[in-house]
């Protein structure tokens, strides 16, 4: 396996994390740079890999999967270790509509092109992309804060998995853009606990090698 993934990308992050609960590792990472000469991820090398121009892509001896959420599963259904998603078919659309709430409601508002077409078309400068963030991010985490079990210790159960995967990444970004999340308890108290577990904290940022400030 072959892994392309940028440092601070919520999705490549979350693809970071599932390999480590799996405790397996691919056998080359590959960075693209987001930000560097308009973006490795729109350059022709990159593009024939992944014609949307995103990360992660992940390399297989089968071919290219691209979408976080789409190689999270594919590694859950051919990898060995703990199960990401829950077996029981309820539990496992519950996790998986968490997920996707994140995945697909939250993060791509706040993701990189977006910001730039903000500020582009629109004449947006730092503190009204930041605003906009804000407003998104609140409204969606507010609502994954209903979705948890009150009386667990991880989203849906006694261990971390998809949710968690989706939910630490997310969480950070609220802080990046300046979001109080101090009314979110369960969601809160879930990260921290995520985070003081070696699967999670070697998936941060700032533990990659291409790491920047």
């Known amino acids: 396996m072959i892994f392309h993934g940028y440092f601070r990308s919520s999705a490549a992050w979350r693809c970071r994390i ?3 609960l799996k405790e397996i590792s691919p056998e080359q990472t590959r960075f693209v740079h987001l930000r560097r000469g308009g973006g490795e991820q729109n350059q022709p090398a990159y593009r024939a890999i992944n014609p949307q121009g995103l990360v992660p892509a992940l390399e297989t001896e089968a071919g290219v999967l691209t ?5 999270i599963e594919w590694l859950d259904e051919t990898q060995p270790g703990p199960r990401l998603v829950p077996e029981d078919a309820f539990q496992r659309a519950r996790v ?4 996707q709430a994140i995945a697909c409601d939250i993060h791509p508002l706040h993701n990189l092109r977006v910001l730039g077409y903000l500020g582009q078309h629109f004449g947006q400068d730092q503190a009204g992309k930041d605003a906009w963030c804000r407003h998104w991010i609140a409204a969606g985490l507010e609502a994954c804060e209903a979705m948890v079990s009150p009386d667990s210790p991880f989203c849906f159960g006694d261990q971390p998995g998809l949710a968690e995967i989706c939910l630490v990444p997310q969480m950070a970004s609220a802080g990046r853009f ?5 009314h979110l308890p369960r969601l809160t108290a879930i990260t921290a606990r995520c985070n003081g577990l070696d699967a999670f904290a070697l998936a941060a940022p700032a533990r990659q090698p291409d ?3």
């Open 18 to 20: 599932a390999f480590n």
């Open 67 to 71: 979408q976080s959420l789409a190689i």
């Open 96 to 99: 998986r509509g968490f997920a």
């Open 178 to 182: 300046g979001l109080d999340t101090g």
């Open 211 to 213: 790491f920047e400030e």
